[in-house]
């Protein structure tokens, strides 16, 4: 147990090294009447961090990845090709930028399309390939506002395919957050497509708006502004085959925004080591005065709409979930942890298969072979005993 303290004591140094810096986040980088911010858990569902995560606000480019995720929605069921043709309409042609500027009856491929909509955030092609799909932009947003509905986004309303300034085209971080979950879990081999940070039309290289792809371990999603919302960006990233969604909305700058967002990933992901190790540690308390507004009561329940089942990629069975209850410096440390547990709790442990999963300098201590619903219940109970817990989905 002493060594275990030590390891904590350690993380928690290494984490509190950095939040003493102030940069003046909360004074001059964000507007109070726009901003907004989530950090989700992938797996599990879980609020990491929340400011402002279920006020309306304007999701700006942000809405294209409901419009992307439309498109491959069509393409899996065979009604939409890559090859098709998307054409420019007078009103795709007469969109406001961010464009690619084809003219009136010109046109480009899906693939293309697709391929513009993320890198170059385009306008004029969100209009264009809402009217090949639905025949019209304003049909379209229907369909858009249909699925947000089920998928769980229950303040959401779409009224164009792009994002432009409507006063009626509305979201939240947290609807956002959960629309970036349902884009992982169903189209993960597509998802790639957000890692894009250029890409090429008819010669021309056109480079993208998200400088935070070149962060590791941030692999998408989107980055989004007008003058009402301000600089939001949709974020997924994983580390050590963990995976958060981070939403921040309604930065002044571009470069406010994307610090931020990395301060509430690193943040995110040195919280859930020090819970592997034992203890807690708030991201808001990481974040210090790097936190744009200070911590409120609101309740950011996302239980009626992140999915029971977590599955993002792959095939798996009913034993494809682990509990991991600690992760430490030693592996004898984490086989002598398993053990404990198993012979304190024999009918909850004995059956489960005991694992040391290497992950950086740590060793992850782990129960193996459960459904979900038993995971879950498994790690309520390590909880209720005052014993951290983490629900982990092994994929194959």
Same mark, same amino acid.
């Given at each position: 147990m002493a060594c275990r303290t030590g390891l904590v004591a350690l993380l928690m140094v290494q984490a509190l090294s950095w939040v003493c810096v102030t940069d003046a986040v909360a004074d001059s980088a +964000?507007?109070?009447?726009?901003? $907004? %911010?989530?950090?989700?858990? !992938? =797996?599990?569902?879980? &609020? +990491?961090?929340?400011?402002?995560? $279920? %006020?309306?606000?304007?999701? !700006? =480019?942000?809405?294209? &990845?409901?419009?992307?995720?439309?498109?491959?929605?069509?393409?899996?069921?065979?009604?939409?090709?890559?090859?098709?043709?998307?054409?420019?309409?007078?009103?795709?042609?007469?969109?406001?930028?961010?464009?690619?500027g084809l003219r009136s009856g010109e046109y480009l491929s899906v693939a293309e399309a697709l391929d513009v909509l993320v890198v170059k955030s385009a306008n004029d092609v969100a209009t264009a390939l809402a009217e090949k799909m639905a025949g019209s932009e304003a049909a379209f947003a229907k369909q858009m506002t249909a699925k947000a509905r089920q998928l769980g986004?229950?303040?959401?309303?779409?009224?164009?395919?792009?994002?432009?300034?409507?006063?009626?085209?509305?979201?939240?971080?947290?609807?956002?957050?959960i629309l970036g979950h349902a884009l992982l879990r169903d189209h993960p081999k597509r998802y790639a497509i957000f890692k894009q940070q250029e890409t090429v039309f008819r010669g021309t290289r056109i480079r993208g708006h998200n400088a935070l792809l070149r962060t590791p371990g941030v692999d998408g999603m989107k980055t989004g502004f007008i003058r009402a919302s301000g600089f939001n960006l949709l974020t997924s990233g994983v580390t050590d085959?963990?995976?958060?969604?981070?939403?921040?909305?309604?930065?002044?700058?571009?470069?406010?925004?994307?610090?931020?967002?990395?301060?509430?990933?690193?943040?995110?992901?040195?919280?859930?080591?020090?819970?592997?190790?034992?203890?807690?540690?708030?991201?808001?308390?990481?974040?210090?005065?790097?936190?744009?507004?200070?911590?409120?009561?609101?309740?950011?329940?996302?239980?009626?709409?992140?999915?029971?089942?977590?599955?993002?990629s792959g095939a798996c069975g009913a034993d494809c979930w682990s509990i991991q209850v600690g992760a430490f410096r030693y592996r004898d440390q984490g086989r002598r942890l398993l053990a404990d547990l198993a012979a304190r709790f024999p009918q909850r442990f004995a059956r489960a298969s005991q694992q040391i999963v290497p992950s950086g300098n740590l060793h992850q201590a782990r129960f193996a072979g459960f459904s979900e619903v038993a995971a879950q219940q498994a790690c309520e109970f390590v909880r209720s005993r005052a014993e951290a817990c983490l629900v982990v989905r092994v994929t194959h």
């Open positions: +964000f507007s109070p009447n726009k901003f $907004a %911010a989530i950090v989700v858990d !992938a =797996s599990s569902g879980e &609020v +990491f961090y929340s400011r402002q995560a $279920a %006020a309306v606000r304007y999701p !700006a =480019s942000l809405t294209k &990845v409901m419009t992307l995720y439309l498109a491959f929605d069509a393409l899996d069921r065979g009604e939409l090709k890559l090859t098709d043709k998307v054409v420019i309409s007078p009103r795709a042609a007469a969109r406001p930028p961010s464009k690619l986004m229950q303040n959401t309303t779409f009224r164009n395919a792009s994002g432009l300034p409507d006063p009626r085209h509305v979201s939240t971080a947290l609807d956002l957050a085959g963990h995976r958060f969604i981070a939403v921040v909305l309604g930065a002044n700058t571009a470069s406010a925004r994307d610090r931020f967002m990395r301060q509430l990933l690193r943040a995110s992901f040195t919280s859930l080591a020090v819970r592997f190790a034992g203890d807690t540690l708030p991201v808001a308390t990481l974040l210090g005065a790097r936190d744009p507004l200070p911590p409120s009561k609101e309740a950011v329940s996302i239980a009626r709409a992140w999915p029971a089942s977590t599955e993002l």
